[in-house]
């Protein structure tokens, strides 16, 4: 059984469009909707035929053969969205590489400052200063190109992926 907004919804017009087409107020409209009030035999009868009619039309069109102009136009906008998707997919590989060396060159810069502090002779270390620059330079790295960092990049990376497949598989469709 269709809804009272169903029927509005179908013939893709507002609360007051519908008011001005079946004579009444917009308010009665609304109440209807609602399901409070019943439209008066003669108003229902005119939207049940303006309804039936849209829906008659639409199923129509619906088993027609597809429009060529409307599928090239969808193809174009599907190939322009996966050439897109690549060059994101291209780029957030690339920042994900750069995030990981980074990662890579805090943990080398960590292990660094270790062995200076402790495998070092005493008088050969570089001064305390220099090692706790590379302390947090390496702390600093570390928290800013982690674990959470890759992932991040990773997810999106992901995201991209499924888009992709998903205009491919539209693409299909399309041709």
């Known amino acids: 059984m ?43 009868l005119k939207l049940v035929l303006m309804y039936n009619h849209v ?11 597809d429009d060529k102009a409307q599928n090239a136009k969808c193809i174009a906008i599907l190939e322009h969205e996966f050439r897109n998707t690549e060059i994101e997919i291209y780029e957030l590989n690339r920042e994900l590489e750069k995030i990981q060396a980074k990662y890579q060159k805090s943990i080398s ?6 062995y200076l502090e402790t ?14 620059m590379l302390h947090y330079r390496a702390k600093s790295g570390i928290e800013k190109y982690g674990k959470a960092a890759q992932l991040q990049c990773e997810l999106k990376l992901k995201a991209q992926q499924q888009l992709q497949e998903l205009i491919k598989k539209e693409l299909e469709r399309f041709k």
């Open 2 to 44: 269709t809804k009272q907004r169903d029927y509005r919804a179908i013939l893709g017009i507002t609360q007051e469009e519908t008011a001005f087409l079946l004579k009444t107020t917009k308010s009665q409209i609304a109440l209807f909707e609602l399901g409070l009030r019943l439209l008066p035999a003669v108003k229902m």
């Open 55 to 65: 829906q008659k039309k639409l199923q129509e069109k619906a088993t027609l053969p």
């Open 109 to 114: 810069a960590g292990e660094l400052a270790l």
């Open 119 to 132: 495998e070092l002779p005493e008088d050969e270390r570089p001064s305390k200063e220099f090692i706790a």
